[in-house]
C-alpha cells in the first residue's frame, strides 16, 4: 500500500511560478513511477507529467513543455513539479499518482488527495 500526499498548492498570479511537491510513503515507493494529473471545474482530468524510477525517463503534457519541470529527490520518495510561466488554463486540482514500475498511464495504481492550484490576478 502506498500513500501519496501532495502539497504548495496556492493562488499565483499569471506568469507567476509555484512548485507542487508528492511525497510517497509505503514499501519500495522508489520503485514507482509517479505521475501528475489535473482536473478543472467541468473538464476531464488530464496527464500533466511522469518520472520514472530513477528519473530515467520523463514525459510532459505538449501543454506544459517548457513550462514545467517535474524531478524526484535522491531517496526517490518525493517529487516535485516546477511550474513556471502559469497560465489561466492552468488552474486545476492537481494530483500526484503511482504505478509500479517506469511508466504512468491512465491507470494508477494509488492516487494522492488532490491539491489546488489558482492562476488569477
Known amino acids: 500500500q502506498l500513500q501519496l500526499v501532495e502539497s504548495g498548492g496556492g493562488l499565483v498570479q499569471p506568469g507567476g511560478s509555484l512548485r507542487l511537491s508528492c511525497t510517497a510513503s509505503?514499501?519500495?515507493?522508489?520503485?514507482?513511477?509517479i505521475g501528475w494529473f489535473r482536473q478543472a471545474p467541468g473538464k476531464e482530468r488530464e496527464a500533466v507529467s511522469c518520472i520514472s524510477p530513477g528519473s530515467t525517463k520523463i514525459t510532459y503534457a505538449d501543454a506544459v513543455k517548457g513550462r514545467f519541470t517535474v524531478s524526484r529527490d535522491d531517496t526517490g520518495t518525493t517529487v516535485y513539479l516546477q511550474m513556471s510561466s502559469l497560465e489561466p488554463e492552468d488552474a486545476a486540482s492537481y494530483y500526484c499518482?503511482?504505478?509500479?514500475?517506469?511508466?504512468?498511464?491512465?491507470?494508477?495504481?494509488?492516487w494522492g488527495k488532490g491539491t489546488p492550484v489558482t492562476v488569477s490576478s
Open positions: 499518482a503511482a504505478r509500479f514500475g517506469a511508466l504512468c498511464n491512465s491507470d494508477m495504481t494509488y
Open positions: 509505503g514499501p519500495n515507493a522508489d520503485y514507482y513511477a
